[in-house]
């Protein structure tokens, strides 16, 4: 059974930094689309980064490029969302995404931005005061 918990979520004043931790259990990462997403009150779910983690290739959205980096540690079957400079405009539940497809390590990692992902974690909250 495919499980994703996500962690490290909290509330923070403008300017500050978290950083997101998505576990996953009944799949290992390795050669995988992993994605973080975002949600804000009364808005649509938007894509935030994604990650090839076979050919460690690396996609953001305009409004979080150069702020925010997706990383993986293999070893702890863990992929990370380094959030510095927020802005009270990224409150919001963060989600990550994965799923047992794997793919080449030469797909780009626009692919996996766009990727429809199959498992979904619970969420983490990320709230940023001004």
Do not use: H
């Not at 779910?45 to 959205?61: H, K, P």
């Amino acid at each position: 059974q495919v499980q994703l918990v996500e962690s490290g979520g909290g509330s923070v004043q403008a300017g500050g930094s978290l950083t997101l931790s998505c576990a996953a259990s009944g799949l290992t990462y390795s050669r995988k689309c992993v994605g973080w997403f975002r949600q804000a009150p009364g808005k649509e779910r938007e894509g935030v980064a994604a990650i090839n983690t076979g050919g460690r290739s690396t996609y953001y959205a305009d409004s979080v490029k150069g702020r925010f980096t997706i990383s993986q540690d293999n070893a702890k079957n863990t992929v990370y969302l380094q959030m510095n400079s927020l802005a009270p405009e990224d409150t919001a539940m963060y989600y990550c995404a994965a799923d047992l497809k794997p793919i080449s390590p030469w797909s780009s990692a626009g692919y996996c931005y766009r990727y429809e992902y199959n498992y979904w974690g619970q969420g983490t909250q990320v709230t940023v005061s001004s």
